[in-house]
């Protein structure tokens, strides 16, 4: 089940659409915001809470992959579930590559909107646990001074003491003593804890390029 803080957002131009879905999240026992544009939906505050947009394709001013375009560009992940009255296979092919969950058309089984919606709150609150590991791990390593730094570059890279002490021009004893403080600074348990930390540390910089 979503947990009881997801929040899904419908932004659809028709009313009577807006309403149904809006009463049909509703008896699913999900938070629900309905919205009459893109617009409308990019000027209401962010909401921090395991999050789904329920966008239609065709809007007045910007369209649903418009606002899909926009919300990428900000780097505001939310997972969209796209509905549209129009068999636009084209359309549907970019939205699902630009990274939509699913892509419905009118007239859809409330059963697979549900689904849908489920499975885009499931997905958010991953990616929500993942950026909060990755913002905790660069704190740990925004603790390091720039010496543990240098010593935790060289020790997942496959470094013995000694040879990180002759590559860093310092002792093999003072390796040891900042190896020990980078591990308890990373709350490492092991040399392959840290390593992995290393890496995901790696790939989140090399995703905010």
Not at 54 to 67: A, E, F, H
Not at 155 to 169: D, I, P, R, Y
Request: net charge negative; proline share 5%; charged share 25%.
């Amino acid at each position: 089940m979503p947990p009881s803080d997801a929040l899904i957002a419908v932004v659809d131009d028709d009313p009577s659409v807006r309403e149904s879905l809006e009463s049909l999240i509703r008896s699913a026992g999900l938070r629900v915001e309905a919205f009459a544009s893109a617009q409308e939906f990019l000027a209401r505050p962010q909401v921090d809470a395991p999050s789904c947009l329920v966008l239609d394709l065709q809007l007045p001013g910007l369209s649903g992959l418009d606002l899909q375009k926009q919300l990428a560009d900000v780097n505001l992940e939310i997972p969209i579930v796209f509905i549209t009255g129009h068999g636009n296979v084209p359309a549907s092919v970019q939205a699902m590559k630009a990274g939509a969950l699913e892509f419905l058309t009118k007239p859809f089984a409330e059963e697979d909107l549900l689904r849908a919606i489920e499975q885009a709150i499931e997905r958010d609150q991953r990616a929500r646990q993942r950026h909060s590991e990755i913002s905790d791990l660069r704190a740990r390593y925004e603790s390091l001074t720039p010496r543990e730094r240098e010593v935790m570059e060289q020790v997942v890279a496959g470094l013995l003491n000694k040879q990180a002490a002759a590559e860093l021009k310092i002792t093999e004893f003072t390796v040891k003593v900042h190896r020990g403080q980078v591990m308890r600074k990373m709350h490492a348990n092991s040399l392959a804890d840290l390593v992995r930390m290393a890496e995901k540390l790696r790939t989140s910089s090399e995703k905010m390029l």
